[in-house]
């Protein structure tokens, strides 16, 4: 599977998303901009020495992305839905597609992709999201577990 970031704000996470993708044999796509430099150090120290080690590709913006993989298998991840990410139609190659940690997608992908957004479900009205790096775990492997029944 490909793990993708649109946006990715907070260098911590995106290591650690770095660390599992190389785990799990996942593509990780971050696509600009980032709200850190990619030589942050808290990047490089969250994904420890095994950043060199990750298949990483890089896109300037969201566009120059979804045109490079128009023809894709795509899932998205919001709050704005009420599908579970239970109901993804896992598969080989599929892309799994994150949004930004402040804000998520904006409206406009969100409506482009409306067919293929889930959701973590949330239990408490007292939060709002899930971190994203937990967030990327808990969809990955639930894909590899369906994947390998």
């Known amino acids: 599977m490909n793990i993708v970031l649109f946006e990715p704000e907070i260098p911590n996470n995106t290591g650690n998303i770095g660390r ?16 850190f430099e990619i ?3 808290r990047l490089k120290r ?10 990483v590709h890089y896109y300037q913006n969201i566009q120059e992305f979804l045109t490079t993989h128009q023809d894709k ?12 990410y239970l109901e993804i139609p896992f598969q080989e ?3 799994l597609i994150f949004g930004k940690e402040s ?3 904006s409206e406009e992908i969100s409506e482009k992709f409306k067919e293929h957004l889930y959701k973590i479900p949330l239990y408490s009205k007292h939060i709002r999201s899930l971190n994203l790096a937990n967030a990327v775990s808990i969809v990955v492997y639930e894909g590899l577990r369906q994947l390998n029944q």
């Open 20 to 35: 599992l993708s190389l785990a799990t044999a996942c593509d990780l796509h971050l696509v600009k901009p980032f709200g």
């Open 39 to 41: 030589t942050d150090a």
């Open 46 to 55: 969250a994904g420890l020495d095994y950043w060199k080690h990750v298949n």
């Open 73 to 84: 298998k795509m899932a998205f991840f919001s709050v704005r839905t009420e599908k579970s």
């Open 93 to 95: 190659d599929l892309f």
């Open 103 to 105: 804000v998520g997608f």
